[in-house]
């Protein structure tokens, strides 16, 4: 009798392996328990995002692009590779100087007002867009903005539906966005590797750009605006 009391024992565990459905309380808790903890995304978070996340040489911005870098570089996954989800800044990919020339003439651009540009909730998107429109004179860098500062707009169809794409935003104050100095460099040697990248020039001319850079940071000392 032991001897089948221990061998059931034995088996119980297989016997319920693979049973997915637990009834009444105990569903809630097999499933909740296994539930990883939600960390929300901050500035700090975006940086270290960029830092760790896999982002390709490529610009990939509409789909022939996306296409072209997922062929070149198999790391890359389209519609993909970015960060998820919404944090407290917005990001916009654009070059060190505004240059009117490189406006694109696409149909989405259309629906900008004056003084109007385009922001994103994932600094690897911007980062694309910059770097597919910059020069040797003039680079690309990627700026940030706190959500709440932002003066948005979001335009919907007359059957009220949202025209951007999720994640997306219309700023008319992008004068006051701010360069993320750390972020910037950190993306410029991935998307360049060192040798290209020219940091030492590119640093310097972030900080000749007017736009604001924060040296400090609350809680303590940072070399570089993270």
């Keep these: 009798m032991f001897a089948g009391i221990a061998t059931l024992a034995r088996n119980i565990p297989k016997i319920f392996k693979g049973t997915k ?19 929300p ?20 911005i509409d789909m022939g692009s ?6 070149a570089d198999s790391k890359y996954q389209m519609m993909d590779g970015g960060i998820e989800g919404s944090g407290p800044s917005i990001y916009r990919g654009t070059t060190l100087i505004d240059d ?6 696409k149909k989405q651009m259309k629906i900008l007002k ?6 994103t909730n994932d600094p690897i998107e911007a980062a694309h867009h910059g770097y597919a429109h910059q020069s040797a004179d003039n680079p690309a860098v990627i700026l940030r903005m706190a959500k709440e500062a932002a003066d948005t707009r979001s335009p919907t169809t ?3 539906r949202r025209v951007l794409p999720r994640g997306h935003s ?11 100095v750390l972020m910037n460099i950190i993306v410029r040697l991935k998307k360049m590797g060192w040798k290209d990248a020219e940091i030492f020039k590119y640093v310097k001319g972030l900080y000749q750009n007017p736009r604001p850079k924060k040296i400090f940071n609350r809680g303590g000392i940072a070399s570089i605006m993270i």
């Design 41 to 60: 995304r901050t500035n700090l978070s975006d940086t270290k995002e960029v830092l760790t996340k896999h982002i390709t040489k490529e610009n990939p």
């Design 114 to 119: 004056d003084n109007e540009k385009f922001f």
């Design 100 to 105: 009117p020339a490189q406006i694109s003439a």
């Design 170 to 180: 219309i700023v008319s104050n992008e004068q006051e966005a701010m360069i993320p």
């Design 66 to 71: 996306e296409v072209a870098a997922a062929k």
């Design 21 to 39: 459905k637990v009834s009444g309380l105990a569903e809630l808790d097999a499933s909740y328990g296994h539930l990883p903890k939600f960390k």
């Design 158 to 160: 007359p059957f009220g």
